[in-house]
């Protein structure tokens, strides 16, 4: 993550504020030397940072800071006190960014979509292969019961959909039509059958909206993908034509990690809807190789490996 410049000037002040107590004139020389001695050396380091942060849009650096939440979201490498806590420090960082208030709104409510994620995410690989066959056949009103936070998944998807709504009162572009997209995409199995019913076939409309905003926007094209990769075929799911749709999606410039894990995993979910177990298996090692620790992609790799028994 960057540095920025409050911080870095409070931690040189640190560093460089020796205690002289006219204890001893020894005491005076040593610490005259120590400030020579690390001075030129704080100052390079200093001016090099500020420098950085300086060629640095504040976009790019809003993306940083909410990139850094979302690999901890994807690592599983802290546990949910701790990703909350990740979260307000990343509010108050985007809070020092010279950006507007339009932009800052986007940047929330992709921060809340991300805390959400993380809230959802089971925390053994026990508890994904139990949850797993009632999500291939959509079962949702069970797969509820497997999250012990439900109310807060719930509120900060509506809280991340009110903000990109607001943010896209300002004009409509394709990342903030593909973020409401996502989370009404969440809360579609996260509540009830009518809400389901009533907006379900609002997503893929959306998506398409934002790949024709934006034909590079990636995780647009990720939604119209999932569709076909992890709805049952009742439900219209097709997992060769999932396939093929990541297949050109791995294709694009401009991903990033999440969508070369998520790639990875839907490409190794759709063979493991089609009963290819064995062709399953690279994939999710593929993810893992991405996001080591993340649970759900070890707990399916499992699965593929014993031929989904």
């Avoid at 064995?278 to 593929?304: I, K, Q, T, W």
Wanted: glycine share 6%; with cysteine; proline share 3%.
């Amino acid at each position: 993550m960057f540095c920025r410049r409050s911080r870095l000037r409070e931690l040189i002040k640190c560093l460089l504020r020796l205690e002289i107590t006219g204890k001893s004139a020894y005491l005076m020389v040593m610490s005259t030397r120590i400030k020579l001695l690390f001075f030129p050396t704080l100052l390079i380091f200093f001016l090099s940072s500020f420098s950085l942060f300086a060629q640095s849009p504040p976009a790019d650096q809003a993306a940083e800071l909410v990139g850094d939440l979302r690999d901890s979201m994807y690592l599983q490498d802290i546990d949910d006190d701790a990703l909350y806590r990740k979260y307000r420090i990343i509010l108050a960082d985007l809070g020092e960014l010279n950006i507007n208030e339009r932009e800052m709104m986007f940047w929330e409510a992709q921060s809340v979509y991300y805390l959400a994620r993380g809230y959802q995410a089971l925390d053994t690989v026990d508890e994904v292969l139990a949850q797993d066959e009632d999500l291939r056949k959509g079962k949702f009103k069970k797969l509820q019961k497997s999250y012990s936070r439900l109310d807060d998944i719930i509120a900060l998807y509506e809280d991340s959909m009110a903000l990109a709504g607001e943010y896209l009162s300002g004009g409509r572009d394709a990342r903030g039509v593909r973020l409401y997209a996502e989370s009404l995409s969440q809360l579609s199995t996260l509540k009830t059958l009518g809400f389901l019913m009533a907006n379900g076939t609002k997503i893929t409309p959306l998506a398409e909206e934002a790949v024709e905003l934006d034909p590079d926007e990636v995780k647009a094209h990720m939604l119209l993908a999932s569709r076909y990769v992890y709805s049952p075929g009742i439900w219209g799911g097709n997992p060769d034509k999932g396939i093929a749709m990541l297949e050109d999606i791995a294709a694009m410039d401009g991903l990033d990690r999440e969508d070369e894990h998520n790639i990875a995993i839907g490409i190794g979910f759709a063979h493991t809807m089609a009963e290819r177990w064995d062709e399953a298996v690279p994939f999710f090692r593929r993810a893992l190789n991405v996001y080591p620790g993340n649970v759900y992609a070890a707990a399916m790799l499992r699965l593929s490996e014993a031929g989904g028994s």
